[in-house]
């Protein structure tokens, strides 16, 4: 019953948006961080952003600082990335997950089955 499901991701030129949208179902959202989380081909995971729920204080990977934006819905239940200014290096599986904490850790428990990003030409 407890399922993330990230969406909106797609083929983008550079410079570029996307909004991804992370969908809880089964829990309330609210309660928890949420973070996003990428991997590219051939490279390690990596953190993109995090917003905690006690405070909506959020974080943000300095790759991606003043074009990516993490805001959250709770009416909803859905936590959205929006990506702009998109580059192809941004090109990645992109997942949502929890660390079922009001704040952002580095321990996540629970994580979407992702959604790819293409940034080309």
């Known amino acids: 019953q407890v399922q993330l499901v990230e969406s909106g991701g797609g083929l983008v030129q550079p410079g570029g948006s996307l909004r991804l949208s992370c969908a809880a179902s089964?829990?309330?959202?609210?309660?928890?961080?949420i973070g996003w989380f990428r991997q590219a081909p051939g490279k390690e995971r990596e953190g993109v952003s995090c917003?905690?729920?006690?405070?909506?204080?959020?974080y943000y990977a300095d790759s991606v600082k003043g074009r990516f934006t993490i805001s959250r819905d709770n009416v909803k239940n859905t936590v959205y990335l929006h990506m702009n200014s998109l580059k192809p290096e941004d090109t990645a599986v992109y997942y949502c997950?929890?660390?079922?904490?009001?704040?952002?850790?580095?321990?996540?428990?629970?994580w979407g089955q992702g959604t790819q990003v293409t940034v080309s030409s």
């Open positions: 997950a929890t660390p079922f904490e009001e704040l952002c850790t580095d321990e996540y428990d629970y």
């Open positions: 089964g829990f309330t959202l609210d309660y928890f961080a």
């Open positions: 917003i905690s729920s006690s405070d909506g204080s959020t």
